[in-house]
């Protein structure tokens, strides 16, 4: 095993992952803790310049690491190492996030959004990999996205490209917690699922999630295996919302591929044929036909690796 390696983190509003990976993408070792609630900035910083120390300490391999690469759910500007706006982390917006850390550790810190970290693992490691031109989504509680164009990640003039999510599909539609209304996210995510299907089951008391005050997307995914019809329209049009977005971007950036991963592409089977469809529909016919959509195979892995390949990238090796 080659004793160069770095730090790569994956920071959310409820867990907090950093690893010590090497130049092949083997997680040597990963340490897990919660993420603070203090809504204090510094107990954030603190807690994760603690875990890096902690993980350089017990990860077996001698020396320091070459550098650190951080994933965060939030907008960043990734040029200055900056959280921007973030819904789950609040106390980070405006922070040279980057900086406070690196101060703490002794390491240059690449901060990335957790999306594009993990469309830069995908790129690496898996379903994109050895493809020049591909887009990929994450299916959560929002909707995220990354570039990759011309076999490099494309994160635009202030480092914020790739925010699919906020892509409007209905001019008058849902409000979004990004100040705006009518952008994907509010069709397309875990969280616009259970909407959606509370919002139908209002009109068919013959679905099995009438009457519920609440349900799971996954609750919704299995009432549409089942064959309930509210389950079933719900995932339909959280495809053709999808589909309506992705369309878009096929006609600008031409992909070859289209990567789908989060815990929502587990509904895979019940939307993916509505996003064809809007896709075909909508697009320029070549383009259209160029395109693949395929699930992503990381995991929960995609953003800690992508975070290791943008700090193996950031630093001359030794």
Known sequence: MSNQ???AGDVGGTNLRIAAVDSEGSVVHQENVLTPQTRIASDVVEAISRVAESCIANCGISGRPLAFGLAMATLVNSREGKSLSSPNLPELNGLSVAD??????GLKVFLENDATAAAIGEHWLGSSREVDNSIFVTLGTGVGGGLILD???YRGTDGTAGEIGHINVEREGYPCGCGSRGCVEQYASATAISRIALELSQSDPTS???????VSSKGVYDAGKAGDTVGIETFRMMGMYLGIALAGLVDVLNPELIVIGGGAAAGWDLFIEPVREEIA???FGPPAKTVRLVRALLGDSAGILGAARVAFDSEPRI
């Open 100 to 105: 406070a850390i690196s101060e703490r550790v």
């Open 5 to 7: 390696y770095v730090l």
């Open 151 to 153: 076999g490099r990640v």
């Open 281 to 283: 529909q909508r697009a």
């Open 208 to 214: 099995s999630l009438a009457g519920k005050g609440e």
